[in-house]
């Protein structure tokens, strides 16, 4: 996924547990789908014995030309209109299943797209980390050198001092 340097702006500027309120929205979905689901499966099974019930009742002391006549009665029609609100339900609900996966699917994609920018932001702060230890370590090395520089220069000092003192004592104190 290449992203520009918004879409990377904008991440970064997310909280950490987006990606986990998402995938729970999307989880909360998921089960309100179910539930319609089932609902719209009671529904339609309870229309089904309704309409087996009609159909018995109906059926029952009736010759068998009667019989056959007796399904194609208004109010099996209905029945069969009515049915639809179960099947409706459950499509319903499976739509809202299928979203609601799409969603906590997202949220996983937000979390593996975050994790990855974070892991290179850390390498990067890792790396500039390294350059400022490499810059501290060349400073340390320049001033134990200047260090050891001014000790001998103040090595040196000490010996003329010390010859100077040899020098200028006996002639200072001859005279």
Known sequence: MNQGP?????????????????DFFGEMIVNIGNIITII??????????E?????EGVGVGVGEGE?????????TTNSGSESNAGFILALIGGVLVTIGDM?????TALAIEQTALLE?????EAKEQS????????????????????HLI??????????????????????
Request: hydrophobic share 30%; aromatic share 6%.
């Open 131 to 150: 350059r400022k230890i490499k810059k501290m370590e060349k400073q340390i090395n320049t001033l134990s050198q200047d260090m050891k520089s001014l």
């Open 120 to 124: 290179k932001k850390a390498e990067q």
């Open 51 to 55: 309409v087996e019930e009609v159909e």
């Open 40 to 49: 719209g499966i009671a529904v339609e099974g309870q229309e089904v014995e």
């Open 103 to 107: 969603v906590s699917t997202g949220a």
């Open 154 to 175: 103040t090595e040196s000092l000490k010996r003329e001092v010390i010859f100077l003192r040899s020098f200028i004592y006996p002639h200072f104190y001859q005279q």
């Open 67 to 75: 019989g056959e006549g007796a399904t194609k009665n208004p109010n």
């Open 6 to 22: 918004d879409e990377n702006n904008i991440l970064y500027s997310l909280p950490t547990n987006t990606a986990d309120k998402i």
